[in-house]
Protein backbone atom coordinates (compact mmCIF):
# COMPACT_ATOMS: atom_id res chain seq x y z
CA UNK A 1 0.00 0.00 0.00
CA UNK A 2 1.46 3.30 -1.11
CA UNK A 3 0.25 7.01 0.08
CA UNK A 4 -0.38 10.25 -2.30
CA UNK A 5 -1.95 13.10 -3.15
CA UNK A 6 -3.99 13.58 -5.90
CA UNK A 7 -6.67 15.69 -7.42
CA UNK A 8 -10.11 14.45 -8.18
CA UNK A 9 -11.36 15.19 -11.44
CA UNK A 10 -14.79 13.82 -11.62
CA UNK A 11 -17.66 11.78 -9.77
CA UNK A 12 -18.17 8.06 -11.25
CA UNK A 13 -21.53 6.70 -11.45
CA UNK A 14 -21.29 4.77 -8.29
CA UNK A 15 -20.40 8.42 -6.28
CA UNK A 16 -17.01 7.72 -6.29
CA UNK A 17 -14.12 10.22 -6.75
CA UNK A 18 -11.76 9.88 -9.69
CA UNK A 19 -8.77 10.95 -9.81
CA UNK A 20 -6.03 9.91 -13.00
CA UNK A 21 -2.28 8.93 -12.58
CA UNK A 22 -0.31 7.43 -15.86
CA UNK A 23 -1.56 3.89 -15.06
CA UNK A 24 -5.41 5.03 -15.44
CA UNK A 25 -8.36 5.86 -13.07
CA UNK A 26 -8.04 5.87 -9.11
CA UNK A 27 -11.40 5.58 -7.21
CA UNK A 28 -11.57 7.41 -3.62
CA UNK A 29 -14.84 7.03 -2.06
CA UNK A 30 -16.33 10.53 -0.14
CA UNK A 31 -14.49 12.98 -2.33
CA UNK A 32 -15.21 15.15 -4.89
CA UNK A 33 -14.43 16.97 -8.00
CA UNK A 34 -11.58 19.92 -7.53
CA UNK A 35 -10.63 18.56 -4.18
CA UNK A 36 -7.19 17.69 -3.35
CA UNK A 37 -6.49 14.82 -1.30
CA UNK A 38 -4.03 12.34 0.60
CA UNK A 39 -4.91 8.60 -0.18
CA UNK A 40 -3.63 5.49 0.79
CA UNK A 41 -3.83 3.26 -2.35
CA UNK A 42 -4.43 -0.25 -3.32
CA UNK A 43 -4.01 -0.51 -7.39
CA UNK A 44 -6.67 1.46 -8.54
CA UNK A 45 -8.55 1.95 -4.98
CA UNK A 46 -8.05 4.64 -3.03
CA UNK A 47 -9.04 5.25 0.85
CA UNK A 48 -9.16 9.08 2.10
CA UNK A 49 -6.77 9.79 4.47
CA UNK A 50 -6.71 13.93 4.70
CA UNK A 51 -8.39 17.00 2.53
CA UNK A 52 -5.39 19.50 1.57
CA UNK A 53 -8.04 21.43 -0.53
CA UNK A 54 -11.81 20.95 0.33
CA UNK A 55 -14.52 21.83 -2.92
CA UNK A 56 -17.01 24.60 -1.97
CA UNK A 57 -19.53 22.06 -2.85
CA UNK A 58 -17.91 20.39 0.53
CA UNK A 59 -21.15 20.25 3.02
CA UNK A 60 -20.93 18.54 6.51
CA UNK A 61 -22.77 14.82 6.47
CA UNK A 62 -26.18 15.09 8.17
CA UNK A 63 -25.46 11.33 10.04
CA UNK A 64 -22.50 10.38 12.44
CA UNK A 65 -22.32 6.94 10.59
CA UNK A 66 -21.35 8.71 7.38
CA UNK A 67 -17.77 8.95 6.06
CA UNK A 68 -14.36 7.42 7.26
CA UNK A 69 -14.77 8.96 10.51
CA UNK A 70 -18.21 7.01 10.95
CA UNK A 71 -19.11 5.70 14.63
CA UNK A 72 -18.04 2.37 14.66
CA UNK A 73 -16.51 1.81 10.81
CA UNK A 74 -18.37 3.40 7.70
CA UNK A 75 -21.94 2.91 6.67
CA UNK A 76 -22.37 2.49 3.52
CA UNK A 77 -26.15 2.97 3.11
CA UNK A 78 -25.36 6.64 1.62
CA UNK A 79 -22.04 7.32 -0.84
CA UNK A 80 -22.80 11.25 -0.89
CA UNK A 81 -24.10 12.86 2.43
CA UNK A 82 -21.35 15.36 2.03
CA UNK A 83 -22.29 17.05 -1.70
CA UNK A 84 -24.26 19.75 -1.49
CA UNK A 85 -27.74 19.74 -2.32
CA UNK A 86 -27.54 21.61 -5.79
CA UNK A 87 -24.67 20.01 -7.13
CA UNK A 88 -25.61 16.81 -6.17
CA UNK A 89 -28.78 16.62 -7.92
CA UNK A 90 -27.44 18.06 -10.82
CA UNK A 91 -25.13 15.15 -10.69
CA UNK A 92 -27.64 12.58 -10.40
CA UNK A 93 -29.56 14.33 -13.16
CA UNK A 94 -26.69 13.97 -15.24
CA UNK A 95 -26.27 10.10 -14.80
CA UNK A 96 -29.17 10.00 -16.90
CA UNK A 97 -28.47 12.45 -19.51
CA UNK A 98 -24.84 11.29 -20.21
CA UNK A 99 -26.70 6.95 -20.06
CA UNK A 100 -28.94 8.40 -22.74
CA UNK A 101 -26.22 10.20 -24.95
CA UNK A 102 -23.98 6.83 -24.77
CA UNK A 103 -27.06 5.68 -26.73
CA UNK A 104 -27.35 8.35 -29.77
CA UNK A 105 -29.88 9.86 -27.70
CA UNK A 106 -30.35 13.89 -26.99
CA UNK A 107 -33.94 14.34 -25.65
CA UNK A 108 -34.34 17.33 -22.66
CA UNK A 109 -34.21 15.73 -19.27
CA UNK A 110 -36.33 17.17 -16.81
CA UNK A 111 -34.75 18.43 -13.40
CA UNK A 112 -34.31 15.84 -10.81
CA UNK A 113 -37.20 15.36 -8.23
CA UNK A 114 -35.73 15.23 -4.98
CA UNK A 115 -35.87 13.27 -2.43
CA UNK A 116 -35.81 14.26 1.62
CA UNK A 117 -34.32 13.28 4.90
CA UNK A 118 -36.82 10.69 6.42
CA UNK A 119 -38.80 9.64 3.31
CA UNK A 120 -38.17 5.87 3.10
CA UNK A 121 -40.51 3.60 3.98
CA UNK A 122 -38.55 0.45 2.91
CA UNK A 123 -35.15 -0.29 4.09
CA UNK A 124 -32.85 -3.62 4.51
CA UNK A 125 -31.10 -4.29 7.26
CA UNK A 126 -27.93 -6.18 7.78
CA UNK A 127 -27.85 -8.06 10.83
CA UNK A 128 -25.70 -10.80 12.77
CA UNK A 129 -25.97 -12.45 16.58
CA UNK A 130 -22.87 -11.65 18.48
CA UNK A 131 -22.19 -12.93 22.54
CA UNK A 132 -23.75 -9.59 24.00
CA UNK A 133 -26.56 -8.86 21.62
CA UNK A 134 -27.25 -8.67 17.99
CA UNK A 135 -26.12 -6.24 15.79
CA UNK A 136 -28.14 -3.92 13.31
CA UNK A 137 -26.80 -1.57 10.93
CA UNK A 138 -25.99 -1.81 7.21
CA UNK A 139 -22.77 -3.30 5.33
CA UNK A 140 -19.54 -0.91 5.08
CA UNK A 141 -18.68 -0.60 1.36
CA UNK A 142 -17.56 -3.27 -0.03
CA UNK A 143 -17.32 -5.90 2.85
CA UNK A 144 -19.39 -8.07 5.27
CA UNK A 145 -18.75 -5.74 7.84
CA UNK A 146 -21.91 -5.11 9.72
CA UNK A 147 -21.58 -0.99 11.13
CA UNK A 148 -24.24 -0.83 13.76
CA UNK A 149 -26.73 2.00 13.81
CA UNK A 150 -28.36 4.46 16.29
CA UNK A 151 -29.63 6.96 13.58
CA UNK A 152 -30.68 7.07 10.14
CA UNK A 153 -31.48 10.05 8.61
CA UNK A 154 -33.11 9.12 5.24
CA UNK A 155 -35.79 6.38 6.90
CA UNK A 156 -38.69 7.00 8.54
CA UNK A 157 -38.81 8.10 11.76
CA UNK A 158 -41.45 4.97 12.43
CA UNK A 159 -38.74 3.12 11.28
CA UNK A 160 -35.94 4.93 13.47
CA UNK A 161 -37.96 4.81 16.13
CA UNK A 162 -39.13 1.07 16.40
CA UNK A 163 -35.21 0.68 15.90
CA UNK A 164 -35.35 -1.16 19.43
CA UNK A 165 -38.03 -3.18 18.74
CA UNK A 166 -36.45 -4.32 15.35
CA UNK A 167 -33.70 -5.72 17.29
CA UNK A 168 -35.55 -7.76 19.46
CA UNK A 169 -37.41 -9.25 16.50
CA UNK A 170 -33.96 -10.10 15.15
CA UNK A 171 -32.63 -11.44 18.77
CA UNK A 172 -35.56 -13.64 18.77
CA UNK A 173 -35.08 -15.22 15.23
CA UNK A 174 -31.34 -15.08 15.41
CA UNK A 175 -30.26 -18.53 16.25
CA UNK A 176 -26.22 -18.86 15.19
CA UNK A 177 -24.17 -15.77 14.32
CA UNK A 178 -24.34 -16.26 10.67
CA UNK A 179 -25.85 -12.64 9.49
CA UNK A 180 -28.90 -12.38 7.90
CA UNK A 181 -31.54 -9.61 6.16
CA UNK A 182 -34.27 -7.69 7.94
CA UNK A 183 -36.25 -5.78 5.39
CA UNK A 184 -38.44 -3.22 6.81
CA UNK A 185 -41.74 -2.11 4.95
CA UNK A 186 -43.48 0.80 6.72
CA UNK A 187 -47.41 0.31 6.00
CA UNK A 188 -50.76 1.63 7.05
CA UNK A 189 -51.18 -0.96 9.65
CA UNK A 190 -47.90 -1.14 11.19
CA UNK A 191 -44.32 -2.56 10.29
CA UNK A 192 -44.23 -5.54 8.06
CA UNK A 193 -40.76 -6.77 9.02
CA UNK A 194 -39.19 -9.83 6.83
CA UNK A 195 -35.97 -12.10 7.83
CA UNK A 196 -33.98 -14.22 5.24
CA UNK A 197 -31.00 -15.72 5.77
CA UNK A 198 -31.97 -18.08 8.99
CA UNK A 199 -32.15 -21.59 8.88
CA UNK A 200 -36.21 -22.63 9.88
CA UNK A 201 -36.51 -22.63 13.45
CA UNK A 202 -37.16 -25.72 15.43
CA UNK A 203 -40.67 -25.49 17.25
CA UNK A 204 -39.64 -24.55 20.43
CA UNK A 205 -37.58 -21.49 19.10
CA UNK A 206 -40.70 -20.44 17.17
CA UNK A 207 -42.83 -20.59 20.31
CA UNK A 208 -40.52 -18.18 22.21
CA UNK A 209 -39.73 -15.84 19.43
CA UNK A 210 -43.61 -15.67 19.15
CA UNK A 211 -44.03 -14.61 22.61
CA UNK A 212 -41.51 -12.06 22.38
CA UNK A 213 -42.44 -10.76 19.48
CA UNK A 214 -46.74 -10.39 20.68
CA UNK A 215 -45.15 -7.72 23.47
CA UNK A 216 -44.11 -5.59 21.04
CA UNK A 217 -45.81 -2.90 19.28
CA UNK A 218 -46.52 -1.08 16.30
CA UNK A 219 -45.66 -4.14 14.11
CA UNK A 220 -47.99 -5.40 11.74
CA UNK A 221 -46.46 -8.78 9.90
CA UNK A 222 -43.36 -10.68 10.56
CA UNK A 223 -42.20 -13.42 8.47
CA UNK A 224 -39.19 -15.77 7.81
CA UNK A 225 -37.77 -16.64 4.65
CA UNK A 226 -41.36 -15.72 3.50
CA UNK A 227 -43.18 -18.04 5.68
CA UNK A 228 -45.63 -16.02 8.20
CA UNK A 229 -44.28 -16.04 11.80
CA UNK A 230 -47.09 -13.96 13.08
CA UNK A 231 -49.82 -11.53 11.43
CA UNK A 232 -51.53 -9.38 14.31
CA UNK A 233 -53.02 -7.34 11.15
CA UNK A 234 -52.70 -7.55 7.40
CA UNK A 235 -50.17 -4.78 6.33
CA UNK A 236 -51.67 -2.34 3.85
CA UNK A 237 -50.34 -0.02 1.43
CA UNK A 238 -51.86 2.26 -0.68
CA UNK A 239 -51.58 2.74 -4.95
CA UNK A 240 -53.66 5.67 -5.33
CA UNK A 241 -57.19 5.20 -3.19
CA UNK A 242 -56.53 0.91 -3.62
CA UNK A 243 -55.20 -1.05 -0.93
CA UNK A 244 -53.42 -3.42 -1.11
CA UNK A 245 -51.78 -6.34 1.21
CA UNK A 246 -48.41 -7.28 -0.49
CA UNK A 247 -46.70 -10.66 0.43
CA UNK A 248 -44.01 -10.91 2.87
CA UNK A 249 -40.85 -9.77 1.27
CA UNK A 250 -42.70 -8.23 -1.60
CA UNK A 251 -41.04 -5.52 -3.64
CA UNK A 252 -42.82 -1.98 -2.45
CA UNK A 253 -41.10 1.51 -3.68
CA UNK A 254 -38.72 2.90 -1.44
CA UNK A 255 -40.89 6.01 -0.74
CA UNK A 256 -44.06 6.91 -1.08
CA UNK A 257 -43.11 10.25 -2.30
CA UNK A 258 -41.14 9.32 -5.19
CA UNK A 259 -43.78 6.31 -5.93
CA UNK A 260 -46.73 8.81 -6.63
CA UNK A 261 -45.03 11.14 -8.76
CA UNK A 262 -44.07 8.26 -11.29
CA UNK A 263 -47.50 7.07 -10.78
CA UNK A 264 -48.75 10.83 -11.66
CA UNK A 265 -46.31 10.58 -14.79
CA UNK A 266 -47.27 7.22 -15.61
CA UNK A 267 -51.37 8.20 -15.85
CA UNK A 268 -50.94 11.60 -17.07
CA UNK A 269 -49.11 9.56 -20.31
CA UNK A 270 -51.42 6.97 -20.75
CA UNK A 271 -54.70 9.47 -20.51
CA UNK A 272 -57.35 8.31 -22.08
CA UNK A 273 -55.90 4.82 -23.46
CA UNK A 274 -58.63 2.24 -22.65
CA UNK A 275 -57.12 -1.20 -23.08
CA UNK A 276 -53.52 -0.75 -21.11
CA UNK A 277 -51.15 -3.52 -20.44
CA UNK A 278 -48.52 -2.82 -17.69
CA UNK A 279 -45.63 -5.43 -17.56
CA UNK A 280 -43.78 -6.04 -14.31
CA UNK A 281 -46.72 -5.30 -12.52
CA UNK A 282 -45.77 -6.58 -8.74
CA UNK A 283 -48.60 -6.14 -6.82
CA UNK A 284 -50.11 -3.29 -8.70
CA UNK A 285 -48.59 -0.23 -7.61
CA UNK A 286 -49.27 1.67 -11.66
CA UNK A 287 -52.26 -1.24 -12.88
CA UNK A 288 -54.15 -0.75 -10.31
CA UNK A 289 -54.36 2.93 -10.62
CA UNK A 290 -54.83 2.83 -14.34
CA UNK A 291 -57.83 0.98 -13.47
CA UNK A 292 -59.35 3.93 -13.06
CA UNK A 293 -58.74 4.95 -16.91
CA UNK A 294 -59.51 1.75 -18.99
CA UNK A 295 -58.80 -2.22 -18.75
CA UNK A 296 -55.55 -3.50 -17.54
CA UNK A 297 -54.07 -6.24 -17.78
CA UNK A 298 -50.82 -7.00 -15.73
CA UNK A 299 -48.04 -9.37 -16.46
CA UNK A 300 -45.69 -10.58 -13.50
CA UNK A 301 -43.44 -13.89 -12.83
CA UNK A 302 -44.49 -13.42 -9.14
CA UNK A 303 -46.93 -15.24 -7.91
CA UNK A 304 -48.20 -14.21 -5.18
CA UNK A 305 -47.40 -10.29 -5.56
CA UNK A 306 -50.15 -10.93 -8.74
CA UNK A 307 -52.77 -12.60 -5.87
CA UNK A 308 -52.36 -9.31 -3.69
CA UNK A 309 -53.42 -7.45 -6.81
CA UNK A 310 -55.91 -9.26 -8.22
CA UNK A 311 -57.86 -9.23 -4.43
CA UNK A 312 -57.34 -5.57 -4.33
CA UNK A 313 -58.91 -4.95 -7.76
CA UNK A 314 -62.02 -7.28 -6.49
CA UNK A 315 -62.55 -5.46 -3.41
CA UNK A 316 -61.79 -2.05 -4.35
CA UNK A 317 -65.21 -0.21 -6.28
CA UNK A 318 -64.83 2.01 -9.08
CA UNK A 319 -62.05 -0.17 -11.43
CA UNK A 320 -62.49 -1.07 -14.37
CA UNK A 321 -61.57 -4.69 -15.11
CA UNK A 322 -58.28 -6.11 -14.37
CA UNK A 323 -56.60 -9.11 -15.80
CA UNK A 324 -53.36 -10.87 -15.06
CA UNK A 325 -51.61 -13.43 -16.03
CA UNK A 326 -47.85 -15.16 -14.19
CA UNK A 327 -45.52 -14.51 -16.74
CA UNK A 328 -41.64 -14.66 -16.77
CA UNK A 329 -41.36 -11.73 -19.10
CA UNK A 330 -37.34 -12.16 -19.37
CA UNK A 331 -37.51 -15.83 -21.08
CA UNK A 332 -41.12 -15.36 -22.31
CA UNK A 333 -41.65 -11.81 -23.29
CA UNK A 334 -45.36 -10.71 -24.74
CA UNK A 335 -45.23 -10.90 -28.43
CA UNK A 336 -46.01 -8.35 -30.73
CA UNK A 337 -49.07 -10.16 -31.68
CA UNK A 338 -50.60 -9.69 -27.94
CA UNK A 339 -50.40 -5.92 -28.42
CA UNK A 340 -52.49 -5.97 -31.64
CA UNK A 341 -55.34 -4.32 -29.89
CA UNK A 342 -53.56 -2.40 -26.84
CA UNK A 343 -53.66 1.61 -26.76
CA UNK A 344 -50.60 2.15 -23.76
CA UNK A 345 -48.18 -0.01 -22.52
CA UNK A 346 -45.94 0.69 -19.26
CA UNK A 347 -43.25 -1.65 -18.18
CA UNK A 348 -41.12 -0.95 -14.72
CA UNK A 349 -38.80 -3.97 -14.77
CA UNK A 350 -35.43 -4.95 -12.51
CA UNK A 351 -32.43 -3.56 -13.21
CA UNK A 352 -31.43 -5.65 -15.90
CA UNK A 353 -34.16 -3.81 -18.20
CA UNK A 354 -36.14 -5.47 -20.64
CA UNK A 355 -34.33 -5.77 -23.80
CA UNK A 356 -36.22 -9.05 -25.11
CA UNK A 357 -39.78 -7.38 -24.51
CA UNK A 358 -38.56 -4.12 -25.88
CA UNK A 359 -37.59 -5.81 -29.00
CA UNK A 360 -40.98 -7.37 -29.28
CA UNK A 361 -43.06 -4.11 -28.26
CA UNK A 362 -41.46 -1.71 -31.12
CA UNK A 363 -42.59 -4.05 -33.56
CA UNK A 364 -46.26 -3.58 -32.38
CA UNK A 365 -48.48 -0.56 -33.08
CA UNK A 366 -48.88 0.44 -29.35
CA UNK A 367 -49.05 4.07 -29.41
CA UNK A 368 -48.05 4.96 -26.03
CA UNK A 369 -45.89 3.19 -24.03
CA UNK A 370 -44.43 4.88 -20.62
CA UNK A 371 -40.58 3.01 -19.48
CA UNK A 372 -40.05 3.11 -15.64
CA UNK A 373 -35.86 2.13 -14.43
CA UNK A 374 -33.46 2.31 -11.58
CA UNK A 375 -30.82 2.04 -13.97
CA UNK A 376 -29.76 5.05 -16.86
CA UNK A 377 -27.86 2.21 -18.86
CA UNK A 378 -30.50 -0.43 -19.59
CA UNK A 379 -32.93 2.01 -19.58
CA UNK A 380 -30.67 3.89 -22.47
CA UNK A 381 -30.66 0.58 -24.06
CA UNK A 382 -34.05 0.00 -23.74
CA UNK A 383 -35.16 3.17 -25.55
CA UNK A 384 -32.77 3.01 -28.56
CA UNK A 385 -34.48 -0.29 -29.79
CA UNK A 386 -38.02 1.47 -29.31
CA UNK A 387 -36.59 4.73 -30.98
CA UNK A 388 -35.05 2.95 -33.95
CA UNK A 389 -38.19 1.24 -34.12
CA UNK A 390 -40.09 4.80 -34.62
CA UNK A 391 -40.97 6.20 -31.32
CA UNK A 392 -40.48 9.15 -30.18
CA UNK A 393 -39.49 10.31 -26.60
CA UNK A 394 -41.47 13.00 -25.15
CA UNK A 395 -40.60 13.45 -21.87
CA UNK A 396 -37.88 11.95 -19.65
CA UNK A 397 -38.51 12.84 -15.66
CA UNK A 398 -35.20 11.29 -13.18
CA UNK A 399 -36.32 10.84 -9.50
CA UNK A 400 -34.55 10.94 -6.31
CA UNK A 401 -35.70 7.98 -4.49
CA UNK A 402 -32.76 6.79 -2.90
CA UNK A 403 -31.19 9.94 -0.91
CA UNK A 404 -27.20 10.59 -1.20
CA UNK A 405 -26.80 7.44 -3.28
CA UNK A 406 -25.93 7.40 -7.15
CA UNK A 407 -29.18 5.38 -8.02
CA UNK A 408 -31.91 7.36 -9.65
CA UNK A 409 -35.65 6.57 -10.92
CA UNK A 410 -36.39 7.94 -14.14
CA UNK A 411 -39.98 7.50 -16.04
CA UNK A 412 -39.76 7.91 -19.64
CA UNK A 413 -43.04 9.05 -21.82
CA UNK A 414 -43.31 7.62 -25.78
CA UNK A 415 -45.47 8.30 -28.41
CA UNK A 416 -45.49 6.16 -32.23
Known sequence: MSAETVTINKLGGQGDGIAHDASGPIFVPFTLPGESVAIARVKDQ???MSIAK????????????????????TCGGCTLQHYADAPYR??????????????????????????????????????????????????????????????????????VGKLPAIRMVAKA????????????LETLAGLDI????????????????????????????????????IEKTKPMIDFGGVQVSPPPGAFAQATKEAEDTM??????????????????????TFALRLARLGRVHAAESDGKALAALDLAARTTQ?????????????RRPLMTAEFKYI???????????????????????????????????????????????GYRIKRVTPIDQFLWTSHVEIVVALEK
Open 90 to 159: AFKRQLVVDALKSKGLTPEVDDLVPAHPGQRRRVVFAARRTEKDVLIGFNQADSHHIVAIEECPISSPDI
Open 173 to 184: LAINAEAFRISV
Open 318 to 330: GLKPVSFERRDLF
Open 343 to 389: DAVVFDPPRAGAEAQVKELARSAVKKIVAVSCNPLTLARDLAILVEA
Open 54 to 73: ASPDRQEPPCRHFGPDGVNG
Open 263 to 284: AELVVAHVGKSKRIVDLFAGSG
Open 46 to 48: GTL
Open 194 to 229: SVDGIKALSDEQRRAAIETILSLRGIARISLNDEII
